[in-house]
């Protein structure tokens, strides 16, 4: 026969039982801290993107390619021209870059907030004019002979106000061996990039651009054509970068690097060679690096 004392200290063991339990079942139900599935910030990779590999699709195909190899997936933070998606990347509020070469590249280096920049691909510009073509430069894959006919002839030639186009510009002058000046010679004016198409063929001017904007018609080109392309000169370099953990710690490195080394990788750099032929008539968008690069711009 159980004594009076006894009966409640089963009952303070059977409550402390209970309570034991109730901690287990709560503890299994709630979210593991350490868990890397998509709701973790560290799952995910912030990026900033330059406008023309989002305009041509390139940059879905990437991501869709690193998320069905990995376990991260990627948020755009945003995509546009270098001066819009180097801010927030600049900040800390992106782990990835990718843009055209630049100053702006040089100094998210140089001010530590972007480390590992590699040149990844490239994209090639060309030279349009007007039908009537009165330099002949019709058909020429090189861009230094196509500048010194248009000097030659006297026909107007537009120094487009982008870095791109002027820096392909001066060093075909200088490969020309002409002096980029007179009348024949004349400044950009047009308000808006997206206007500069418009202002050449109002002047009946040659001028050097990309070939995206051409292909997706993202500006009106009026009556100028393409007239010189595959030159391998004319072709500039987009880098990549991750930030820097040092001067940011709470980005995504590891993601960011992953990310970075993938398209790098020999699947991602073969895929750019074939990417986009058939919108362009047998030209890729992007233009890969070495060692798969060569052969396409030697």
């Given at each position: 026969m159980?004594?009076?004392?006894?009966?409640?200290?089963?009952?303070l063991?059977?409550?402390?039982?209970?309570a034991?339990?109730?901690?287990?079942?709560?503890?299994?139900?709630?979210?593991?801290?350490?868990?890397?599935g998509?709701?973790s910030?560290q799952?995910t990779v912030?990026?900033?993107?330059?406008?023309?590999?989002?305009?041509t699709g390139l940059?879905?195909q990437?991501?869709?390619r690193f998320?069905?190899?990995?376990?991260y997936?990627?948020i755009l933070?945003?995509t546009?021209?270098r001066?819009?998606?180097?801010?927030?990347?600049r900040?800390?509020e992106?782990d990835f870059?990718?843009?055209?070469?630049?100053?702006?590249?040089?100094?998210?280096?140089?001010d530590g907030?972007?480390i590992?920049m590699r040149?990844?691909?490239?994209?090639?510009?060309?030279?349009?004019?007007p039908?009537?073509?009165p330099a002949?430069?019709?058909?020429?894959?090189?861009?230094?002979?196509?500048?010194?006919?248009?000097?030659?002839s006297?026909?107007t030639?537009?120094?487009v106000?982008?870095?791109?186009?002027?820096e392909?510009?001066?060093?075909?002058?200088?490969?020309?061996?002409?002096r980029?000046?007179g009348?024949w010679?004349?400044?950009?004016?047009?308000?808006?990039?997206g206007d500069?198409?418009?202002?050449?063929?109002?002047?009946?001017?040659?001028f050097?651009?990309?070939?995206m904007?051409?292909?997706?018609?993202?500006?009106p080109?009026g009556?100028?054509?393409?007239?010189?392309d595959?030159?391998?000169?004319?072709?500039?370099?987009y880098?990549?970068?991750?930030?820097?953990?040092?001067?940011?710690p709470?980005?995504?490195?590891?993601?960011a690097?992953?990310?970075?080394?993938?398209?790098?990788?020999p699947?991602?750099?073969?895929?750019?060679a074939h990417?986009?032929?058939?919108q362009?008539?047998?030209?890729?968008?992007?233009?890969?690096?070495?060692?798969?690069?060569?052969?396409?711009?030697?």
């Open positions: 159980r004594s009076a004392k006894q009966f409640p200290l089963c009952r063991w059977l409550l402390l039982l209970c034991l339990l109730a901690a287990q079942t709560a503890l299994a139900a709630a979210p593991d801290q350490s868990d890397t998509p709701e910030p799952s912030r990026a900033c993107v330059i406008g023309g590999m989002t305009m940059w879905d990437i991501v869709q998320e069905a190899k990995t376990e997936q990627v933070v945003a546009g021209p001066p819009t998606i180097s801010v927030p990347f900040s800390g992106a870059l990718v843009m055209h070469a630049d100053d702006i590249t040089t100094d998210l280096v140089a907030h972007g590992n040149p990844c691909a490239r994209n090639d510009l060309i030279i349009y004019g039908a009537s073509d002949g430069i019709r058909g020429l894959k090189d861009g230094a002979e196509a500048l010194k006919r248009i000097a030659a006297q026909s030639f537009l120094d106000n982008s870095n791109g186009p002027r392909i510009g001066h060093t075909l002058g200088k490969r020309a061996d002409i980029p000046s009348a010679f004349i400044q950009d004016e047009a308000p808006y990039a500069i198409p418009l202002f050449a063929a109002d002047k009946g001017a040659y050097i651009f990309g070939r904007p051409a292909v997706f018609q993202k500006h080109f009556n100028t054509q393409i007239l010189v595959q030159d391998p000169t004319m072709r500039r370099p880098i990549l970068m991750e930030a820097n953990p040092a001067r940011h709470q980005v995504n490195h590891a993601g690097k992953a990310l970075a080394d993938f398209i790098m990788s699947e991602i750099q073969n895929f750019m990417f986009g032929k058939d362009t008539g047998g030209f890729p968008f992007f233009y890969p690096v070495w060692p798969i690069g060569p052969a396409m711009h030697p």
